[in-house]
């Protein structure tokens, strides 16, 4: 199963992050900057698609910008504003897209992890 996705888990609460927005960009050799997808996640903490389809996989540098100060804020947990995170960006590159990608955020309103999963 080739193509990109993502998984968001909210370590506050020990559960999936439902609702947090979610951006994908891609950057080309230039430096310009393209949005190519606006999703939200759902009550799995995953997005309905895949961030891109195996068709829609290519070579190149991508970043997934989550939006986790607006869905801390949404959780009404009384965090100072501005909140300490707020948009997570995380740039990455695809280098085989024939293979699968898939970027998973571990995220409480202080601290974020993200690895390359299965």
Known sequence: MAGL??????????QPA??????????????????LKTMV???DGRTGDPLLSAQECEVGRYEIRFHVGDYFDAEHL???DPPFLDVVPVAFSIASPGEH??????????????????
Do not use: I
């Open 5 to 14: 996705t993502t998984h968001v888990l909210d370590t506050a609460h020990g």
């Open 18 to 35: 439902q609702g947090m927005t979610v951006e994908l960009l891609r950057h080309d050799e230039h430096g310009a900057t393209e949005l």
């Open 41 to 43: 996640t759902n009550n």
């Open 78 to 80: 009384g965090l100072v």
């Open 101 to 118: 990608y898939h970027v998973p955020l571990l995220v409480s309103p202080w601290s974020y992890s993200t690895y390359r999963g299965s």
